[in-house]
């Protein structure tokens, strides 16, 4: 087992530890914020972040992917990113505070002009430390990004926002919240990944920029489809309105919430064997299957049980958002398949062509979410719903195209989620009908629906027939190196054997 692998696996594990201290400190720091706040507070900031976001893309977004996946990086090439960034975050940090005004009258939202003037900072924040993370990320080095991650989640999100809206303080404790994430993690990645110096090298800035130029594209498309549907939603329906769906799509998107785990770690790791087809095709095939199965049953266990899902997270004053939860949550799986499908196109040097099918999922977005505005939220869920669907057959017809496979190849590997998901989802239905018929407690009903959902999920994921039953525990079997994972890699290892020995293996994996 090569070095590559082994330090793919332990980035695997920080950045799975880092995805899991994020999401715990978060799910708490929201169960309170959104007793404390109102959804007008998180609409106002969900107004100012969409143009931050949007500043900081269009800046410099491809600088921290070209580190990444230069072949060789000088000391020049550091300092070059560096200084390319830092200036770019002061010029883009003073024309958002500069162009505030005009910018919140433009999607009907003047309350939020302090707002944004109040986090231009954080794109200055922003580029200072992107050079020092991507380093970070190019060297597998997950442990300390793990370390920034949590900490700067549970100072920020955590004792300086919740600490604030205690005090009364409203929209503007998140404004602190978020601005004192950010700097911890500029001050923490610069700890671990200090830059070499201030310089700019003429070649050296020529080739970040050239190498960084298909990436700056797609990042343009990605972050300007998220953003410009908040600004949208805002224009169309109001602060208070994106404030619902905010909240209702974080918590759609729990099935996704690994998706930049797989894609910090698999896109270097897969960059270095891009030579390698035929090593790709069973890490994508086996990897498809294994986040279908994984987030599947997951994202439709969410879509039914979304009103004690909002009861117990956000609290009764936040009702309105369920609607919008059970459509989102319908999607959610194919976000996290997706996460696959990313890293491996542009691992692959494909990225204008993932760019110019995100762009085209732009448009369509944007045309859907006007439309679906007529009829209210649920409305602009439905339609987001329908364009995540174009924008996953999108995906999925380049990534079989890069890898020679066949479409009735991969749709196999969707058979043991569709299978296990079906089940369990009926299973949780007549037992989510029973605890509302008899109008038990949030919490006590939650617990009932997840324990009857978890018992039938294993139960036709166990007792699948033949042409529902998964492949990936042969691969991994054959392919993972259990005695460098420790004790955890011991028990994998003893799982995988036990399935394979339920599950002979119908084809090769």
Same mark, same amino acid.
């Given at each position: ?166 005090? +009364? ?31 700019? +090298? ?164 944007? +045309? ?32 079989? +195209? ?108």
């Amino acid at each position: 087992m090569n070095g590559v692998t082994l330090r793919a696996l332990s980035g695997f594990k920080w950045q799975a530890i880092a995805t899991g201290g994020s999401a715990l400190v978060s799910l708490v720091t929201v169960m309170i914020l959104a007793r404390l706040l109102a959804p007008q507070d998180f609409g106002q900031l969900a107004v100012a972040q969409a143009f931050i976001a949007l500043a900081d893309v269009f800046g410099r977004r491809g600088l921290g992917p070209a580190i990444v996946q230069r072949f060789e990086l000088t000391r020049r090439h550091v300092a070059t990113g560096f200084t390319l960034a830092l200036a770019s975050g002061a010029l883009l940090a003073a024309a958002v505070w500069a162009l505030a005004p005009w910018l919140v009258r433009l999607v009907g939202a003047p309350d939020a002009e302090p707002v944004v003037r109040a986090l231009a900072p954080l794109v200055l924040l922003t580029g200072t430390g992107l050079v020092s993370d991507h380093r970070l990320r190019r060297q597998l080095r997950f442990r300390p990004l793990m370390a920034a991650t949590v900490l700067s989640r549970l100072l920020g999100s955590g004792l300086v926002a919740v600490g604030l809206a205690l005090m +009364g303080f409203g929209v503007w404790a998140l404004v602190a919240g978020a601005l004192a994430q950010q700097a911890c993690y500029c001050i923490a990645v610069i700890a671990f990944a200090p830059p070499t110096a201030l310089g700019a +090298g003429r070649r050296e800035a020529v080739e970040l920029v050239r190498t960084g130029a298909g990436f700056s594209a797609l990042a343009v498309t990605r972050v300007a489809t998220s953003q410009a549907r908040r600004l949208l939603i805002a224009a169309t329906l109001g602060a208070a309105s994106l404030g619902l769906f905010t909240r209702a799509r974080a918590l759609s998107v729990a099935t996704s919430r690994f998706a930049p785990l797989l894609n910090r770690v698999l896109m270097p790791a897969m960059a270095r064997r891009q030579r390698r087809i035929d090593r790709l095709r069973p890490v994508f095939l086996n990897g498809v299957e294994c986040l279908a199965l994984a987030a599947l049953p997951v994202s439709l266990l969410i879509a039914v049980s979304a009103p004690e899902i909002v009861r117990i997270v956000l609290g009764s004053q936040w009702d309105a958002a369920v609607p919008v939860l059970s459509i989102l949550s319908l999607t959610a799986a194919l976000q996290a398949i997706n996460s696959i499908h990313a890293p491996l196109i542009r691992a692959l040097g494909a990225v204008h062509r993932e760019a110019w099918r995100r762009s085209l999922f732009l448009v369509l977005l944007l +045309g859907a979410v006007w439309t679906g505005s007529r009829w209210g939220l649920p409305g602009v869920a439905a339609a987001i719903a329908a364009a995540q669907l174009v924008l996953h057959a999108l995906l999925v017809h380049l990534a079989l +195209g890069l890898l020679g496979i066949g479409a009735g190849t991969l749709l196999r590997r969707y058979v043991p989620a569709l299978w296990t998901g079906s089940w369990a989802t009926a299973a949780l239905w007549f037992a989510a009908s029973a605890v509302r018929a008899a109008e038990w407690p949030a919490l006590a009903a939650l617990a009932f629906e997840l324990a009857v959902w978890g018992v039938a999920a294993a139960a036709a994921a166990y007792l699948a027939p033949p042409f529902a039953r998964p492949v990936f525990q042969h691969w991994g079997l054959a392919q993972l190196p259990f005695d460098a994972m420790g004790r955890p890699g011991h028990w994998a290892r003893m799982a995988l054997l036990h399935l394979a020995r339920r599950w002979p293996a119908p084809l090769a994996a």
